[in-house]
């Protein structure tokens, strides 16, 4: 090879390694540190061929208990993947840097990159310059893996929070969940006027989730405990249960309730968007098809049917407060049905 060639070579390798090690370093600030939602191409990149495989894995199941516990456990492992992926991306970054400045062969090269950055020693250089771009390559890679380990706790935290409540759902609406049965027990004392609180935790708790599943997406595939809860599953209860109420039921709307409703909109279609870059501003329509006006109607019916029961004075233009609980739901549910489908959650209806 010429050696102007082998030269601009050498050049080429080196800027390329340097481009790689700051992209890498980049992602992991924007990961954990950057207190914003951001879409990391590199991370989405090594979740999606984790995903794969336990996608691959998932449809060998033969049950949704199976699928759940297999699914349970891509979450932890892409989380525990990422700093290796990271630090393989140094290396590879570091390992050009060396060859590009004349450190020996790319076997040498490798050898120098590995001992650096998992700090074993086993590789030296008697060349200054070289050492000291051993030494910021052992400080990246224990800073990679400080970065996760610091914020571990973090991010179990806010899945403590987010389950807490899921958990509370559980016990209020039933099992499976509806968002009849919800709604019946908020008016346990004969009023649905009177749970300003009840909706207040909700709001909270759905403003918990956008910024979190949002700020640390891995988040959003932290399973709940037990196989039929799902924090996916909890947001559309509560949605429909606020829809139900303002569509149904025969009364002023509860303040709180409109501003929970709100929350939870917003919510989950921001989560939705920043998984799915190719969602619009805002979901318009859950009836693309005329065909389908009247699905879901026999769930709202019976839905209905158990809210008299339970003593509630509905509306009496049936027809009307189904179409008014079809509109309020079309804010919402093209976001609650791609989580739930991203997220292999358990199904929901609004009856029961």
Known sequence: MPPLLFLALRVVTGLGGMVLVITTLSAAIRSFILPRNEVVKMNVWAFMGIRVIFDLAARLANSYE???KIMAHYAPVALVALPVFWEALVSTGYTSIYWALGEGSWRRCYELSGS????LGTTDTHHLFISALSYSEATLGLLLLT???SYLPTIYQAFSRREVTVALLELRAG???TAACLLAWLNHDGSVQNDDQQWAEWERWFVEIEESHTSLPILSFFRSPQPGRSWVVSGGLILDTAALLFAAVDGPQPRQAQITFKAGC????????????KAGAEPSSILPDENLKEEGRADF??????LTESGLQ???DRTAAWGQYRELRSRYLPALNFLARLTMAPGLKAGG
């Open 314 to 316: 509905l509306l009496e």
């Open 147 to 149: 970065l996760l380990i």
């Open 266 to 277: 917003l919510a989950l279609n921001r989560v939705y968007r920043f998984f799915d870059t």
């Open 301 to 306: 019916d019976l839905a209905c049917k158990r």
């Open 66 to 68: 199976r699928r759940d």
């Open 116 to 119: 650096s950055l998992l700090t």
């Open 175 to 177: 099992t499976p969940p």
